[in-house]
């Protein structure tokens, strides 16, 4: 039972919920960059949610089944088509032996997730199956799919029936908010910091990602963000979200693949509910941020968190 790799794509690699208990010896959490891509395309499928995905990054990998499957594709619009047809997104999809999953072009996002029935055969690494290719190990092999891979595949048999709407419709609209929206942030314990200009700069102007952004951080351009006064700072554990002002300004915000520990002033925190959203954004595009206080990004998460719930049960 496998999946046999056609075409690689730019960046197709095996990602999870995280390598989670050993961020203290320095080792990163990994994972997927869209949680919530993820746990649908999972829960489509009838796998749990901590079952691994191929995160696909841009362009996307031809694969050719040897068995007959389920799968589900979510996150980016990446012109999926099974055997030359379009396949819808967010849907579980039934895969004859033989047929061929292809992308095209990009029309929105930048990562699509791609979920099997019964998931992917492939031996963790302290706990999990994400690959963290700095390091060169996770995945497959530890690096991202390469042209002849044979991607082996669990027992199907074994996997629930899944048995949800197929859409993110449960999803509050509020929790998903619109693509173009101000990405919610909470104030980083140094907001206060910042100068009141880079406070209201930081509220109010656009940054633009620039193309050194990647799975460990995204580095951002626009107004400089300043501090009152230079500060000595001892380094700290980092969280998925973090946005850090390093000293010539430009904000950099960590991603799955970050560092354990870092000194930089962090002037804010991605709110977990928007880290999909944010994840789905590309060198070039402009972002915009919003600061909410914690009580509503707690609502928030906890709003995600009943729907993941209901998708797991």
Same mark, same amino acid.
């Given at each position: 039972?496998?999946?046999?790799?056609?075409?690689?794509?730019?960046?197709?690699?095996?990602?999870?919920?995280?390598?989670?208990?050993?961020? /203290?010896?320095?080792?990163?959490?990994?994972?997927?960059?869209?949680?919530?891509?993820?746990?649908? &395309?999972?829960?489509?499928?009838?796998?749990?949610?901590?079952?691994?995905?191929?995160?696909?990054?841009?362009?996307?990998?031809?694969?050719?089944?040897?068995?007959?499957?389920?799968?589900?594709?979510?996150? &980016?619009?990446?012109?999926?088509?099974?055997?030359?047809?379009?396949?819808?997104?967010?849907?579980?999809?039934?895969?004859?032996?033989?047929?061929?999953?292809?992308?095209? /072009?990009?029309?929105?996002?930048?990562?699509?997730?791609?979920?099997?029935?019964?998931?992917?055969?492939?031996?963790?690494?302290?706990?999990?199956?994400?690959?963290?290719?700095?390091?060169?190990?996770?995945?497959?092999?530890?690096?991202?799919?390469?042209?002849?891979?044979?991607?082996?595949?669990?027992?199907?048999?074994?996997?629930?029936?899944?048995?949800?709407?197929?859409?993110? &419709?449960?999803?509050?609209?509020?929790?998903?908010?619109?693509?173009?929206?101000?990405?919610?942030?909470?104030?980083?314990?140094?907001?206060?910091?910042?100068?009141?200009?880079?406070?209201?700069?930081?509220?109010?102007?656009?940054?633009?990602?620039?193309?050194?952004?990647?799975?460990?951080?995204?580095?951002?351009?626009?107004? /400089?963000? +300043?501090?009152?006064?230079?500060?000595?700072?001892?380094?700290?554990?980092?969280?998925?979200? &973090?946005?850090?002002?390093?000293?010539?300004?430009?904000?950099?915000?960590?991603?799955?693949?970050?560092?354990?520990?870092?000194?930089?002033?962090?002037? +804010?925190?991605?709110?977990?509910?928007?880290?999909?959203?944010?994840?789905?954004?590309?060198?070039?595009?402009?972002?915009?941020?919003?600061?909410?206080?914690?009580?509503? +990004?707690?609502?928030?998460?906890?709003?995600?968190?009943?729907?993941?719930?209901?998708?797991?049960?």
């Amino acid at each position: 039972m496998s999946i046999e790799v056609v075409k690689p794509g730019a960046l197709t690699t095996l990602q999870d919920l995280g390598r989670r208990g050993f961020q /203290k010896l320095g080792v990163p959490v990994n994972g997927v960059m869209d949680e919530r891509s993820h746990r649908l &395309a999972n829960a489509l499928v009838g796998n749990v949610q901590s079952q691994g995905t191929l995160e696909v990054t841009l362009m996307g990998p031809t694969l050719r089944f040897t068995v007959d499957a389920v799968i589900a594709v979510t996150g &980016a619009d990446l012109d999926a088509k099974l055997n030359g047809e379009p396949l819808p997104r967010d849907r579980a999809t039934a895969v004859s032996a033989g047929s061929e999953l292809a992308f095209g /072009k990009r029309r929105s996002g930048v990562r699509a997730y791609i979920a099997v029935r019964g998931g992917f055969n492939v031996d963790p690494v302290m706990g999990s199956a994400s690959l963290f290719a700095r390091g060169g190990y996770g995945g497959f092999a530890g690096r991202a799919l390469a042209k002849g891979d044979v991607i082996r595949l669990n027992d199907a048999s074994k996997a629930r029936t899944a048995n949800i709407d197929g859409n993110l &419709a449960a999803l509050d609209r509020d929790v998903l908010a619109d693509a173009e929206a101000p990405i919610r942030v909470i104030a980083g314990r140094e907001w206060e910091r910042f100068d009141a200009a880079s406070q209201s700069a930081f509220q109010h102007e656009p940054f633009r990602m620039t193309p050194q952004s990647d799975r460990m951080g995204f580095r951002l351009e626009g107004p /400089k963000l +300043a501090l009152t006064q230079a500060c000595q700072m001892e380094s700290e554990a980092l969280g998925f979200g &973090a946005i850090q002002v390093p000293a010539d300004g430009n904000p950099i915000v960590l991603m799955a693949d970050r560092q354990t520990t870092g000194g930089y002033p962090k002037i +804010a925190q991605v709110c977990a509910v928007d880290l999909p959203r944010l994840a789905q954004k590309m060198p070039g595009e402009s972002i915009r941020f919003s600061v909410i206080g914690i009580d509503e +990004a707690q609502r928030l998460l906890l709003a995600q968190q009943r729907t993941f719930a209901t998708w797991e049960a």
